[in-house]
């Protein structure tokens, strides 16, 4: 038997607390970090989509382009979206969060801007923070920075972000980690990208808006976000021509104004219910969503046997019926997204035959197969392409998130897998999911975040059909 002194020693059971006023303790949040679901359960009801993270992180840092106010509604509250608005606020950016009804609208005001710097600490846990670089050398005539360094998903350089800006005027140097950019004012130019890049469009388009003279860009990204920021910047006074199209012309202005903008709904997070939806039974409707951006992602659903219908603004997908394996291979939109490929993965370990999966736009974007062989699943990875054969049964199991959409995958599998599955670091779907839990839950998912207490009695699934 120990001593007295020995005994104190001995930890008391791990409790999670909450903190003064209601905030969690580091110590909860780790033990929260993970999510408990039983598979099997068919998803009854309706879902609505949220605002897209990919159209609201440009469009925020669209707002450092003028002193006046910018009002974006449909801001999805996810874990980037609060980085980005800490980021804004590090530089001097006022921020007022809508509340109640109003509770994803965001107003900024970059009036004044007395720090324009993107440090480390932030760039590190977000990517996306790169966005800031053009609107601040565009408005402030200078910008400073971090490196984004490496990424779980591959390299994902931003050399052609900074070779634009050069060609945009600016001086760009490089050191202890940070790009360091100014210029008095930039002037257009022509910028012909070397490879197709989604915010690299986004950061240069944003920088020409009010650079002098005519930039015109060539082999810009399509993607439905681009748009949206076009959208977002001509309401500010922006004077740009061809989003959307792969040739984008940009008349620079010598000033922006304040704009009100609802952002797009999020196609990813669409997709990712109508996949989950395919594969649970049931009958689902994925609402608020623009089936028109879910083109290539659709075609591909049909073709494997999912039964699904389209309205204006829903999807309405009934689960449970035989699916066939079919091929995918990720491109730049309007192709299949790479966003989509791990989702679509979870699905492939459930249809008939064999999926040749390849993904053509990151190098590293395979991490969530393993996980889904742990599962129970049948799948090689060699190189940039996976091979799944199917269907196999999966079984509950302790996985990890290893990124975002990877995240999203297993928490399909582990709604049609047999028995519990616990899932590790799901901090990595709270940086681009909505509460997606909850969101589940009211479909009739048994799905919850460790710790959570949840009422006895579930709710009524939400606009059940
Ligand atoms: N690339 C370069 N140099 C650059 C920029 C990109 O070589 O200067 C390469 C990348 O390494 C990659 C390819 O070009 O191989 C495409 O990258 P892109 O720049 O288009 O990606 P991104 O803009 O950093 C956005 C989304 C990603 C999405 C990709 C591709 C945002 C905030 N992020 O990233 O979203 O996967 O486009 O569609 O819009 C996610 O939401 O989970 C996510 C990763």
């Given at each position: 038997m120990g001593s007295a002194r020995e005994l104190k020693k001995i930890p008391v059971p791990f409790r999670p607390r909450l903190g003064e006023n209601g905030i969690r303790t580091a110590l909860a949040e780790n033990?929260?970090?993970?999510?408990?679901?039983?598979?099997?359960?068919?998803?009854?009801?309706?879902?609505?989509?949220?605002?897209?993270?990919?159209?609201?992180l440009p469009a925020m840092a669209?707002?450092?382009?003028?002193?006046?106010?910018?009002?974006?509604?449909?801001?999805?509250?996810?874990?980037?979206?609060?980085?980005?608005?800490?980021?804004?606020?590090?530089?001097g950016a006022e921020v007022e969060l809508g509340?109640?009804?109003?509770?994803?609208?965001?107003?900024?005001?970059?009036?004044?801007?007395?720090n324009p710097e993107a440090a480390y600490e932030l760039v590190k846990t977000m990517r996306a923070s790169t966005l800031v670089l053009?609107?601040?050398?565009?408005?402030?005539?200078?910008?400073?920075?971090?490196?984004?360094?490496?990424?779980?998903i591959g390299a994902r350089p931003i050399d052609l972000h900074i070779k634009g800006l050069e060609q945009l005027g600016a001086t760009i140097t490089q050191d202890h980690g940070y790009i360091e950019a100014s210029a008095e004012r930039l002037r257009g130019g022509h910028i012909i990208f070397d490879k197709i890049t989604v915010t690299g469009t986004e950061d240069l388009m944003m920088a020409a808006t009010l650079a002098e003279g005519e930039t015109v860009m060539e082999n810009?990204?399509?993607?439905?976000?681009?748009?949206?920021?076009?959208?977002?910047?001509?309401?500010?006074?922006?004077?740009?021509?061809?989003?959307?199209?792969?040739?984008?012309?940009?008349?620079?202005?010598?000033?922006?104004?304040?704009?009100?903008?609802?952002?797009?709904?999020?196609?990813?997070?669409?997709?990712?219910?109508?996949?989950?939806?395919?594969?649970?039974?049931g009958d689902l409707t994925v609402s608020n969503c623009d089936p028109g951006h879910l083109g290539a992602l659709l075609k591909k659903l049909e073709e494997c046997g999912v039964q699904f219908k389209t309205s204006?603004?829903?999807?309405?997908?009934?689960?449970?019926?035989?699916?066939?394996?079919?091929?995918?291979?990720?491109?730049?939109?309007?192709?299949?997204?790479?966003?989509?490929?791990?989702?679509?993965?979870?699905?492939?370990?459930?249809?008939?035959?064999?999926?040749?999966?390849?993904?053509?736009?990151?190098?590293?974007?395979?991490?969530?197969?393993?996980?889904?062989?742990?599962?129970?699943a049948n799948i090689m990875v060699e190189g940039s392409r996976a091979?799944?054969?199917?269907?196999?049964?999966?079984?509950?199991?302790?996985?990890?998130?290893?990124?975002l959409r990877a995240s999203a995958s297993l928490v399909i599998a582990a709604l049609v897998a047999e028995g519990?599955?616990?899932?590790?670091?799901?901090?990595?779907?709270?940086?681009?999911y909505e509460r997606i839990e909850e969101k589940l839950r009211s479909v009739g998912a048994q799905i919850r975040r460790m710790g959570e207490i949840l009422p006895k009695k579930a709710a009524a699934p939400v606009g059940v059909a």
């Open positions: 033990f929260m970090d993970k999510f408990v679901i039983r598979g099997g359960n068919p998803l009854v009801g309706t879902i609505r989509v949220s605002g897209a993270k990919n159209a609201a669209a707002a450092i382009l003028t002193e006046e106010p910018v009002i974006l509604e449909n801001i999805p509250d996810v874990r980037d979206i609060r980085t980005e608005r800490t980021l804004l606020v590090s530089m509340y109640g009804r109003a509770h994803h609208r965001t107003t900024l005001c970059c009036r004044n801007l007395a053009g609107p601040l050398v565009a408005r402030m005539g200078r910008a400073r920075v971090s490196q984004p360094g490496g990424c779980a810009c990204a399509l993607e439905p976000e681009v748009s949206d920021l076009a959208v977002l910047l001509n309401k500010m006074g922006a004077r740009i021509e061809g989003a959307g199209t792969s040739t984008i012309r940009i008349q620079g202005v010598s000033k922006l104004h304040g704009a009100r903008h609802r952002i797009i709904p999020d196609r990813i997070e669409a997709g990712t219910f109508v996949i989950a939806g395919a594969l649970c039974g204006e603004n829903s999807v309405r997908v009934t689960g449970g019926h035989a699916l066939a394996a079919a091929d995918v291979s990720t491109e730049e939109y309007p192709g299949f997204p790479t966003d989509m490929q791990a989702q679509y993965m979870a699905l492939a370990t459930q249809a008939s035959g064999v999926s040749a999966i390849t993904e053509n736009i990151f190098e590293n974007r395979f991490m969530h197969a393993q996980e889904l062989v742990r599962m129970g091979v799944v054969h199917g269907p196999a049964q999966l079984s509950g199991a302790a996985v990890q998130c290893s990124d519990e599955t616990i899932l590790d670091r799901v901090y990595h779907i709270d940086r681009g």
